[in-house]
């Protein structure tokens, strides 16, 4: 039911890798093998590389330009404990394959990627995994972390599969012209870790008022990390079942936690909500046009100029008088309405930007509203004479 804990416990336990940057020089005594594989030290023709791995840098300096990326791939084994086999090297624009010889595709210090996994960290991954029958590739496990994850094509491809295969539940008809708002459920429009007597008193604050003025603009779809039971049933306890019978506003569709894709974090895997399973369904949508809102800036990963993060919404019985998120998202909503290409927008300044909007309807307001004598500097008494 929880929407934000860890769907998959364990393969929470998975591969981690360190972010921090440490640079090891191979030229360090200490870390010099002692008889390096086509090791050449000390020669003129020596040829050394810099290999990015895992945040560190390791200098390479004991190899000829005459070795081959193999034998660069047997020292770094050395070393890192990833097996030749399982390294990827990039560098000087493309993949390169054993036989190469370093003199002949790198200059001297270049600097180059590599991509792997260590063997105990694999066999500590598949002792914790369970009789699933996954396959996870190691590269994808090891993926570049120099290339956004909203471009990795071992994600893309799974979110083409949800295209395919994902049954989106729809509810109503999706409106020509509207733009589109994703919403979480939980710890978002919903207290989902405090105990009520009902779906009402862990609401948050606002809600329906915020879904109403949201429909005037948006076709909204609720997506949240659960199970399309449980989402159903949420939405039935705060109400929204029934206001959208009533006609106040209309849920488009449902998405639950199948419509989610598995992404390798350095910190470790984790499920997040991509869009392009929604756009490549409805291609009426795209960035350009539409917005998600979650308490978790993961969610955001595999699209991050589309995300507005609210604050979580807890601890229900002390904040239902206090909280004014939805309310602010909500004025938010409508100063963006007219914008036509929101990769423009700075979700991030949505607040500032809320701020402002309630500022200039104040103001309009004064304007529109003053009355012929303040207008006039006062005029007293002019009211009175007829
Ligand atoms: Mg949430």
Request: charged content about 25%; some cysteine; hydrophobic content about 35%.
């Amino acid at each position: 039911m929880a929407d934000d804990l860890s769907l998959n416990p364990s393969t929470s336990m998975s591969i981690t890798v360190s972010e921090v940057t440490v640079t090891q020089t191979f030229a360090d005594a200490s870390l010099i093998p002692a008889d390096p594989v086509g090791g050449d030290a000390g020669e003129d023709n020596s040829h050394p590389v810099m290999v990015k791995w895992s945040g560190k840098e390791i200098t390479v300096s004991t190899l000829s330009q005459s070795a081959t990326i193999l034998q660069l791939k047997e020292v770094l084994f050395e070393h890192t404990n990833v097996l030749p086999h399982r390294q990827k090297l990039t560098g000087a624009g493309k993949t390169l394959s054993d036989e190469l010889a370093l003199g002949s595709i790198f200059k001297r210090n270049q600097r180059i990627m590599m991509i792997g996994t260590p063997e105990e960290t694999l066999t500590s991954f598949w002792d914790n995994q369970p009789d699933s029958g996954n396959v996870v590739n190691d590269f994808e496990v090891m993926a570049d972390p120099e290339i956004p994850y909203a471009a990795r094509v071992e994600y893309l491809e799974k979110i083409s599969r949800h295209v395919r295969d994902y049954r989106m539940q729809i509810m109503s008809h999706f409106r020509e012209g509207k733009k589109l708002l994703v919403l979480d459920i939980d710890y978002t429009i919903f207290d989902n870790g405090s105990v009520g007597q009902n779906g009402q008193e862990l609401m948050r604050p606002y809600l329906h008022e915020f879904l109403q003025v949201a429909y005037r603009n948006f076709d909204i779809i609720i997506w949240s990390a659960t199970s399309k039971r449980w989402i159903v049933a949420k939405l039935q306890e705060l109400g929204i079942t029934s206001n959208a019978r009533a006609g106040h506003y209309k849920i488009a569709a449902l998405l639950d936690d199948a419509a989610m894709i598995q992404i390798h974090r350095p910190e470790g895997p984790c499920t997040v909500k991509a869009l392009g399973v929604i756009w490549g369904k409805f291609p009426q949508f795209s960035e350009t046009n539409t917005i998600i809102v979650d308490d978790l800036r993961r969610n955001f990963l595999m699209n991050p100029k589309s995300g507005i993060r609210i604050t979580q919404y807890r601890r229900a019985f002390e904040n239902r008088d206090k909280d004014m998120e939805l309310v602010k998202l909500a004025e938010y909503l409508e100063a963006i309405a007219e914008e036509t290409d929101f990769t423009k927008l700075n979700h991030r300044k949505w607040e500032r930007i809320a701020h402002e909007y309630r500022k200039k309807l104040k103001r309009l307001e004064k304007t529109l509203f003053r009355t012929p004598s303040s207008r006039d500097g006062g005029d007293q008494g002019s009211g009175s004479s007829t």
